[in-house]
């Protein structure tokens, strides 16, 4: 099992960034596809990023929702074992709770992910 811990979450103005992280422990993220998801009140849990993987740790593919498609990227840094969102020109509509999530290989849906972190809270004023 890898641990996942979010952080970076806060208060921004439309318009404004923010970079999430994810650091892992417990494993070397390297052969881990790694997602994030964020949850806003009163909906389900959707897909937001992932940073696909094989199992021998080659990068396979980088994919995003429609709504975050050239605002947000996902970026990994295997040595430090970290995960990133860099989320830009943030809208209220951005605001949620964001989960980092992991699992070792391809998943084979967007949500085939069995590692989460406990969360990092978006809000997003006008």
């Known amino acids: 099992q890898v641990q996942l811990a979010e952080t970076g979450g806060g208060l921004v103005q439309t318009g404004g960034s923010l970079r999430l992280s994810c650091e892992a422990s417990?494993?070397?993220?390297?052969?881990?596809?790694m997602g994030w998801f964020r949850q806003a009140p009163g909906t389900e849990r959707e897909f937001v990023a992932q940073s696909t993987t094989t199992w021998s740790g080659n990068l396979y593919s980088t994919e995003y929702t429609a709504s975050v498609e050239g605002r947000f990227t996902i970026s990994r840094d295997n040595v430090k074992n970290t995960v990133y969102l860099q989320m830009n020109n943030l809208q209220p509509e951005d605001t949620a709770v964001y989960y980092c999530?992991?699992?070792?290989?391809?998943?084979?849906?967007?949500?085939?992910?069995?590692?989460w972190g406990q969360g990092t809270r978006v809000t997003v004023f006008s």
């Open positions: 999530a992991a699992r070792a290989g391809r998943p084979t849906t967007r949500d085939d992910y069995d590692n």
């Open positions: 417990g494993r070397t993220i390297s052969p881990y596809s």
